[in-house]
């Protein structure tokens, strides 16, 4: 299963990245083989507006099943429910740790954005 975490930076040492739209990485992990690809977002972490809609259809594209991320925002949440990737939020400390919480079922699946648009 390939599973994106936003991240500040492209290892798996980095810090989580709080933000989906604007999150400097994605670090797509596939649990099967524990190899990762990290996935440079530098186009949206100034963009104006669509932020969040174009990191999920780049993570949509990636193959990924499940986001991890520290928030979601509403317009990012509906592209990727749509997309049928699931959500999970409150994910903190480096992306590795966030790894093992979503293993471990600390990380819960969410239905609902928890931040206002461009935040």
Known sequence: MKICVTSQGPELTSQVDPR??????FI???????????VDNVQNVNAGGGAGIQ??????E?????VVSGHMGPKALSVLQEAGIKIAVGASGKVSDAIRDFADGKLEEVESADVAPRW
Do not use: N
């Open 20 to 25: 989906f739209g604007r999150a400097r990485f």
């Open 28 to 38: 797509i992990y596939d649990d099967a083989t524990e190899a990762f690809e990290a």
């Open 55 to 60: 990191s999920a259809t780049t993570v949509a």
């Open 62 to 66: 990636k193959g990924c099943e499940w």
